[in-house]
């Protein structure tokens, strides 16, 4: 593709997402898309089948950001702020693609591709979780082991919490804002505080 | 009303919540609900103005069977093992209602009205989650107390931990059955297991 064409895919993307972000992506059609662009519908369909496919290739676009988090240098070593930092970042991402989560359980019902898409993600990125575990753990943090089925439980657990952030958000009629989500999410930290040794604990505290 | 037509009133919910559960309640009509009954659309509608209104009334019939789980005996002595009870029953109330929280996000932005009622319970609710906390603490359960902050976000992750409990099953691949919901939901006493002195902590455990 030559570099103008892969522009405007990227283009498409951006637009798609923040009007899909404004509007709701459920009243924002490809015309729509195409029209904030200034491109032709047809232009659009070259790079895209329809509404669906751009949401697909948002979740892939999305799930390339948070893999940029895990990239650390190889003598990177991991101290208990970088769980701050992880927090962070994430809900960075999180905001920038919100209606994603907003709209998460319709999206999945109505497009049985990016469900299974989906469900491959969530099933593969358990594996982010299990790292931040192994960090701690090798960063000698744990005050003692967690057993199995304990951690198991709490990474199902921190996923389904962040994964419907912006659902318990608006049923308890938090305002969906940056600063708002990231309070909201930097809440999971209390899963593991217990565990941490004593002297890590106290680093932990999430405004109220 | 006489005892007759509060029964069809009674019915009309009870077949109501049969179907939505069945198949969704966006492909169900009330002509759906009157025809299973073998009753008129009128006779329906001299009950209910239309199936918003069913299912806001479907949501107050389970906040009565929530409140049930609470009232126990005055000489009720609270000990661990009621935690095993408390989310047994509400495991069975969630799965009996489970159209509503597979729908949640869907429901509420549909219908102001519902989602106001909701927002109120759920903050009305908290008590609830505040209830198990003070009943742990009397019972002389906790190893030390929690900070309050650190309370209220376990509070904050385990009501929308449930809240969106059908979603996270689904999309991670988990059928809705009795036995699977219990089994997820069961893993919530994980919040609280770091805080319980050792000997109650052992009596806490979820299969994997």
Not at 13 to 42: C, D, Q, R, W, Y
Not at 166 to 187: A, D, G, V, W, Y
């Amino acid at each position: 593709m030559t570099e103008m064409k892969k522009n405007t895919k990227e283009q498409i993307l951006l637009t798609a997402l923040k009007l899909f972000n404004k509007s709701g992506s459920h009243s924002v059609t490809t015309n729509h898309i195409a029209e904030e662009m200034g491109i032709s519908p047809g232009n659009l369909y070259y790079h895209y089948k329809n509404k669906e496919h751009i949401i697909r290739e948002i979740l892939i676009s999305m799930i390339e950001d948070f893999d940029l988090i895990w990239k650390k240098d190889a003598d990177h070593k991991f101290s208990i702020t970088d769980i701050a930092e992880i927090t962070d970042r994430s809900c960075d991402i999180i905001y920038r693609y919100r209606f994603f989560y907003i709209e998460l359980s319709t999206l999945l019902s109505r497009d049985e591709e990016l469900s299974r898409i989906y469900t491959k993600i969530k099933r593969d990125r358990t594996k982010d979780f299990e790292t931040i575990f192994h960090l701690v753990e090798s960063a000698g943090l744990w005050e003692k082991p967690i057993p199995l089925n304990e951690r198991s439980s709490l990474i199902f657990i921190a996923w389904s919490y962040i994964e419907s952030i912006m659902t318990s958000m608006q049923t308890s009629n938090i305002k969906i804002t940056k600063p708002n989500l990231k309070k909201e999410i930097s809440r999971a930290v209390y899963l593991i505080k217990p565990y941490l040794k004593p002297e890590f604990r106290n680093m932990i505290n999430v405004p109220i």
